[in-house]
């Protein structure tokens, strides 16, 4: 959302596939950036879906985006009705050059949204001197989205750290059902986030964790998300350190 807006393009938000397939048929938009997991209906069908309901009568452009990156996704996104796609972590320049490779020049050159009032965090922010950054973050990624994001860069950093927290949680009752595929799907979010804001070693953990999920027992599973609630707390003290900000305090743990 906040490259979006630093483009100057308006955007509404939702939560899975199902709400995306709802809002295409209250509005129509210029363009969706389909992400291709999501709970309840993923990409794919979501698309699907919307293809069926427009019929011959509309044909909205749908960009894929995915965090995987393997060969022969990009081949799935268009067989299943999508017009481009689009590999994660996504940086200003590609998506500024996809956007305006899809839309009419006159939507590509909207002057940039307001962005209203300014919270006193993400003003504090924006003049924050650089500091050194801990192994724990890429300093070159962190700095990047800290430009690119400008005034709403430390509101960003509090929506990562807030989802984390909750998802680490996630994480447990998942494990208490022993339910692989949420785990699975957690980590897969968590990968893609954590890699968007810099956190590459925390990324690289989650990544782990999808692939252990599938193959190593709840035990073994369990260390994994010990070590990705490690990682999250150093994570969680140098972003936090960094926006020179008062954040809630870091998810605690649970007992092993």
Not at 38 to 46: K, N, R, V, W
Not at 102 to 119: C, D, K, R, Y
């Amino acid at each position: 959302m906040g490259l979006l807006k630093k483009l100057g393009y308006r955007a509404d938000v939702v939560s899975n596939g199902r709400e995306a397939v709802a809002a295409l048929a209250r509005q129509s938009y210029d363009l969706v950036l389909m992400d291709c997991q999501m709970p309840e209906l993923d990409g794919f069908a979501a698309t699907a879906q919307i293809r069926q309901r427009e019929g011959d009568q509309r044909h909205t452009l749908i960009m894929a985006m995915t965090a995987n990156a393997m060969q022969g996704d990009r081949e799935r996104c268009l067989a299943a009705g999508m017009d481009d796609y689009l590999s994660k972590p996504i940086t200003l320049d590609v998506l500024r050059d996809k956007l305006a490779l899809w839309l009419p020049a006159e939507l590509s050159i909207v002057p940039e949204v307001e962005a209203g009032a300014t919270s006193a965090m993400a003003a504090a922010t924006s003049s924050a001197p650089s500091t050194e950054l801990p192994d724990s973050l890429d300093r070159e990624r962190v700095e990047m989205v800290r430009e690119l994001l400008e005034e709403v860069f430390a509101e960003t950093i509090e929506a990562f750290l807030q989802h984390t927290s909750t998802q680490l949680a996630a994480f447990h009752e998942a494990i208490a059902q022993n339910d692989t595929t949420t785990v699975s799907y957690i980590a897969h979010t968590l990968k893609g986030s954590s890699g968007n804001i810099g956190a590459t070693r925390l990324s690289a953990l989650c990544e782990q964790l999808m692939h252990a999920s599938k193959i190593s027992l709840p035990a073994e599973v369990g260390q994994h998300i010990a070590h990705i609630e490690m990682e999250f707390t150093r994570v969680h003290a140098a972003l936090a350190h960094m926006c020179h900000v008062e954040i809630a305090s870091a998810h605690t743990p649970h007992a092993q």
